[in-house]
């Protein structure tokens, strides 16, 4: 089994860096080496211990809610693609489309041009909206499937609308 550096061309800078001790992923941009296509890699540092096991059984856990949202109608227009997981001889590994990252690493990547900082801009704005909209909507994907709350069951409030 190869490594994560094997497999992986990956550059010196993480988009969120790992935190091996408290199981935290890293989130880093990378390019395969067998195929040559660009991906954005959420990984698990493997521990070379027995949370390992427990550490492969959450990332198994955590593809079968990706595949659970994904099949969500009009839930590949909101989340960003996955394309596989791969685990490797160091790491467990979630692969994404190129393109996708977090907020931070937006703004801290992002030329003085880009709308993200030229909000003053009414197209700028537009961008923001609609962009916050595709958000709302992934989250009313995420709590159709109990991944928000669980399984809250909805309640009326004093005005007689659901909360």
């Known amino acids: 089994m190869l490594s994560l550096d094997e497999a992986f061309e990956l550059p010196e800078d993480y988009l969120q860096g790992p935190v091996a001790a ?6 880093i941009e990378a390019t395969d080496r067998a195929t040559g296509q660009d991906r ?54 979630v692969l994404h489309e190129p393109g996708a990252v977090t907020l931070h690493a937006k703004l801290r990547r992002a030329p003085s041009r880009d709308w993200i900082r030229s909000l003053r801009m009414p197209f700028s704005r537009v961008v923001l909206w609609s962009n916050l ?31």
């Open 40 to 93: 954005i890699l959420k990984f698990w540092l493997k521990t070379g211990t027995s949370v390992d096991a427990e550490l492969r059984e959450l990332w198994r856990h955590e593809r079968l809610q990706i595949e659970r949202v994904m099949s969500y109608p009009g839930a590949d227009d909101v989340m960003v693609g996955v394309v596989g997981m791969v685990e490797t001889s160091d790491a467990f590994c």
């Open 22 to 27: 408290a199981l935290r992923p890293g989130l």
């Open 133 to 163: 909209a595709r958000v709302a909507k992934a989250l009313g994907i995420l709590h159709g499937h109990g991944l928000v709350h669980g399984r809250i069951p909805c309640r009326k409030s004093a005005r007689g609308s659901t909360g």
